[in-house]
């Protein structure tokens, strides 16, 4: 199995950037299909974005498409959420998750086997 350690949240001014990252350990890191999602109280998990195992594809939600960018670094075991143009309503903790098997980019975050603990992003207006 793989452990997952997301970091890199923090508090950001709406408009701005931040980069977060999940480092892996434990099971060859390029064997995963990898995603991101991010939850705020009361609301179910939300799929944000997804990479292949070998980060040739990659998926978006339309809530981040065109300002976000998710990649991996297979030699670094760590996976990467480049995420512009913050708003508020980007103020969620953020999860990165693996699957071993391949899922395609899936938006369900049942697919995915293994979670990291989180990292909070908090927007302010």
């Known amino acids: 199995q793989v452990q997952l350690v997301e970091s890199g949240g923090r508090l950001v001014q709406a408009g701005g950037s931040l980069k977060l990252s999940c480092a892996a350990s434990?099971?060859?890191?390029?064997?995963?299909?990898m995603g991101w999602f991010r939850q705020t109280p009361g609301k179910e998990r939300e799929f944000i974005a997804a990479?292949?195992?070998?980060?040739?594809?990659?998926y978006y939600a339309d809530s981040v498409k065109g300002r976000s960018t998710i990649s991996r670094d297979n030699a670094k075991n760590t996976m990467y959420l480049q995420m512009n143009s913050l708003n508020p309503e980007d103020t969620a903790v953020y999860y990165c998750?693996?699957?071993?098997?391949?899922?395609?980019?899936?938006?369900?975050?049942?697919?995915?086997?293994?979670w990291g603990q989180g990292t909070q992003v908090t927007v302010s207006s």
């Open positions: 998750a693996g699957s071993s098997t391949r899922i395609s980019g899936s938006s369900r975050s049942e697919e995915y086997d293994y």
């Open positions: 990479i292949s195992w070998s980060g040739g594809f990659t």
């Open positions: 434990g099971r060859a890191f390029g064997d995963y299909d």
